[in-house]
């Protein structure tokens, strides 16, 4: 029997405001925050998820531990994070159960930045930035695999490692 077993189907709105400033250049982009990262007030918020741990060796960063530490990585680093939904239906945090899902607008914080390059984390945020916003804001995303720690059978922390150090190539502190 897996965590899942016995969530039922909730609709939830996103709350967590988007991390950006107005000389953000790259944007990366979720799905829907987690249950946890809901109760934390954060991204990425699950202990397993390997979200922070990847980024700060990416952008050869010490580990953030707060979440103002994160965010402060994030804006030096000229990057923004949000989820490409504002609300959905959802058993838990997967991603693969949604249903009704309703776009942030993400072309308002586009035209409050300098966002040139747009990233999403795992395929399912992917796929609904391509259906719901490419054609509103005109940037081509590249997909990142997920950090969950569901996605850990398919990307062990080096191969994730690789994926992402691809941000290198585009940040500028």
């Known amino acids: 029997m897996n965590g899942s077993d016995n969530l039922e189907r909730e609709l939830i709105k996103h709350t967590l405001a988007p991390v950006y400033n107005e000389i953000s250049e790259i944007l990366i982009l979720g799905t829907m925050p987690s249950p946890k990262s809901r109760e934390n007030g954060f991204y990425y918020g699950h202990p397993q998820n390997r979200f922070w741990r990847v980024l700060s060796e990416v952008l050869s960063e010490p580990l953030p531990k707060s979440n103002e530490e994160k965010k402060t990585m994030l804006l030096k680093h000229h990057i923004a994070l949000w989820d490409v939904l504002k609300s959905c239906t959802i058993e838990g945090a997967d991603d693969s159960s949604i249903k009704d899902p309703k776009p942030n607008d993400i072309a308002s914080l586009i ?23 490419k054609s509103k804001v005109g940037i081509e995303a590249v997909p990142l695999p997920s950090t969950s720690p569901a996605n850990r059978r398919y990307y062990t922390d080096e191969k994730i490692l690789k994926e992402y150090s691809i941000l290198f190539d585009y940040t500028n502190p």
């Open 111 to 133: 035209n409050k930045t300098h966002i040139k390059y747009i990233f999403t984390t795992g395929t399912k945020a992917y796929s609904l930035y391509n259906r719901y916003i």
